[in-house]
């Protein structure tokens, strides 16, 4: 039998993991095609492509979910193979057994492997079966509240939710007691369902203090497997990852080797091809519990080929040819270490709400040796509440831990970014934190460091108000005045006739503002996009970037965006919004839970919201009755908007 050809790969998903899996394909000389919502349109992924199909509407159920129209999509382009990313239909047995039927080639496993793996319950009752170690838990086919509140009494409070078909955090709960099982099980159903067409979930006992390690393995079609070593990806908030390196830190070689031995007996037991993972818990007595079979290339692979120096993608077209893995176990490097971190478009202050909006400002920082950023945005580009709301992924490389933390840390503080609100602050307390640099690790990370990690916020300084100023004043525009900037009788240097020269700015950030007058003499001075300040002495040079009517300046090693600020429309501003409760972004309304009229105690939930494939619960904040509604279910929300107004009662 001849070889498949492939000439031209259709990546049936969106954003960095599109925008990689396509920067692979093109050094192969593969004919490159995009598929995008009408929401995409522009996107990064579609620019980059050699062609691209409007599947139409807005929601992933509306285009990226839908398989007759990639199936369509591939043919209309003249595609051969379908690389699925990751997310959205990657995990799909449907989807692969479509691809097959329709005479194209499917860049992932067999359909049977996914269905034996894609389910988490039958996934964790075939690893039974085989003597793989599990965690306790439920994972049958009955579906209802009751078996699902028998089931935690037997296993024991805190339990986790999982949906059975998911991955990245959706669909999944922790329970702590009864009380919260009902209202936890049936939105990680609603997320499971609007994520993966699938409510089905499964619970386990909810362990503590977890390290969690993965192990990649990659099988061929003439019955190879390897396992390329392990990654570390304890450092999670709401069960997603943040964090990931490899190797894992402190893992003996005999470990190593009984962790990486068990996936692949796991993968050959299935008939698997291609790249997957397979994840395990583990406890600090080296003890490791098996929790699930990723069928897909993940997320977090970038470590994995900085270690190896090997192109997992390109190893995936490979294999998908007919072509045998081209080295053995025994051949598979190990070099340095490397540490991935996954910036978010998210408010890390509000719980990790999302955000949308605008890219304003969007400057990656350098790549090169052991450099490395993978990402699907552009400066400019808007970042709707439709999809998963990570931008890319920064990756570092060292001989050893510690020159690719420092490393990372350098590459964290180059970037610059705003227009929204991401995770790039939190991220570098992270990676700066000495519990990390000890390699101090297990799931429980963020929780535990979290006041380092999210301090409240506290008064900005003098110091840093005159170096605002200073900065914002000389990076106006000529003749244009921070009050009134079309005016045409003043200009940024504040000359008065007969005045003594000066300006005076009301400037606002991170939710302060300060009124401010300036003189001509300064201790600042503005040179392109570098502030020289001086004070006490003591000179120093901060990054200060002019971005439409927004100064961004670097203070504390944080990028701060400050503004003209107007404190009357302020107060109006305020006063339009009391009583009232809002929209914290974008987002589509999918659960009204109260009427007009009717008493509600503090904390009730009034609205469910969803946006990038995330439930959040609006809540009342005291005791009242609700006044008036203004959404209903099915409605698309912006930041911001009204949504109830609760009278205090």
């Not at 034996?116 to 599990?134: H, I, N």
């Not at 702590?176 to 990680?188: I, T, Y």
Request: charged letters at 25%; a negative charge.
């Amino acid at each position: 039998m001849s070889a498949p050809v492939i000439t031209t790969l259709l990546v049936a998903n969106r954003g960095e993991i599109a925008c990689r899996v396509m920067r692979t394909a093109k050094a192969l000389g593969l004919t490159t095609v995009a598929v995008h919502s009408a929401t995409d349109r522009d996107a990064r992924h579609s620019r980059e492509a050699d062609i691209r199909v409007d599947l139409g509407g807005s929601k992933a159920a509306e285009s990226y979910l839908q398989i007759d129209k990639l199936i369509a999509a591939a043919k209309a382009s003249g595609a051969q193979a379908i690389h699925p990313g990751y997310g959205f239909l990657s995990e799909n047995a449907g989807f692969a057994r479509a691809i097959e039927a329709a005479g194209l080639i499917f860049l992932g496993p067999p359909a049977a492997a996914i269905d034996a793996m894609g389910s988490k319950s039958a996934a964790k009752a075939l690893m039974e079966k085989a003597g793989v170690p599990l965690v306790p838990g439920y994972h049958g086919e009955a579906q209802d509240l009751d078996t699902f509140r028998e089931a935690c009494e037997r296993i024991g409070y805190p339990v986790l939710l999982k949906a059975t078909a998911g991955g990245g955090g959706k669909g999944m709960k922790v329970v702590e007691d009864v009380s919260q099982l009902a209202e936890a099980l049936a939105s990680a159903q609603r997320e499971a369902q609007s994520s993966f067409g699938d409510s089905r979930m499964l619970v386990e006992k909810y362990l503590l203090k977890p390290r969690h390690v993965e192990i990649q393995v990659f099988a061929d079609q003439h019955g190879n497997c390897l396992y390329l070593n392990e990654r570390d990806c304890s450092i999670q908030r709401r069960h997603q990852k943040v964090v990931e390196e490899a190797p894992a830190p402190g893992l003996t070689p005999e470990l190593r080797r009984a962790m990486g031995e068990a996936a692949v007996r796991s993968a050959q037991a299935i008939g698997y091809v291609g790249a997957g993972t397979v994840e395990f818990l583990l406890d600090a007595r080296g003890e490791f519990f098996f929790m699930e079979m990723n069928t897909r290339l993940q997320v977090e692979h970038p470590v994995t080929e900085a270690i190896t120096g090997l192109d997992l993608v390109a190893w995936q077209i490979r294999v998908a040819r007919g072509e045998a893995l081209p080295i053995t176990q025994a051949q598979v490097p190990l070099n340095g270490h490397a540490i991935e971190v996954r910036l978010y478009a998210e408010d890390p202050a509000n719980d990790f709400l999302p955000a949308t909006g605008r890219l304003d400002l969007y400057r990656e920082s350098a790549q090169g040796p052991g450099r490395r950023v993978d990402s699907g945005v552009e400066e400019g580009d808007e970042i709707s509440p439709f999809y998963d709301p990570m931008l890319g992924k920064l990756i570092a490389w060292g001989e050893d831990r510690e020159q690719a933390r420092l490393r990372l840390l350098s590459m964290l503080d180059e970037f610059a970014i705003g227009g929204l609100k991401t995770n790039i602050n939190f991220l570098r307390r992270i990676i700066a934190q000495p519990a990390f640099a000890a390699a101090e690790l297990d799931t429980g990370f963020i929780p535990r460091y979290q006041e380092q990690l999210l301090p409240a916020p506290g008064a900005l300084s003098d110091e840093f108000w005159q170096a605002a100023a200073q900065a914002f004043a000389q990076s106006l525009p000529k003749h244009a005045r921070a009050d009134d900037p079309a005016s045409p009788w003043s200009c940024s240097s504040g000359l008065r006739a007969g005045l003594p020269a000066q300006i005076t700015l009301h400037l606002s950030c991170e939710g302060q503002d300060r009124a401010l007058t300036l003189r001509t003499v300064a201790h600042a001075k503005l040179l392109g996009e570098a502030l020289t300040i001086e004070h006490d002495g003591v000179r120093r040079t901060l990054r200060a970037i002019r971005q439409g009517g927004a100064l961004y300046l670097e203070w504390d090693g944080e990028l701060r965006r400050i503004e003209a600020f107007d404190p009357i429309s302020a107060v109006e501003a305020s006063h339009s919004h009391q009583g009232g409760l809002t929209a914290p972004m974008n987002g589509s309304i999918v659960r009204v839970l109260v009427e007009t009229g009717q008493s509600v105690e503090a904390g009730a939930q009034l609205v469910v919201l969803e946006a990038m494939k995330m439930e959040h619960s609006i809540r009342a904040p005291q005791a009242g009755v609700i006044k008036a509604l203004y959404c209903q279910e099915g409605d698309m929300v912006s930041e911001g908007s009204a949504l109830v107004e609760l009278e205090e009662g």
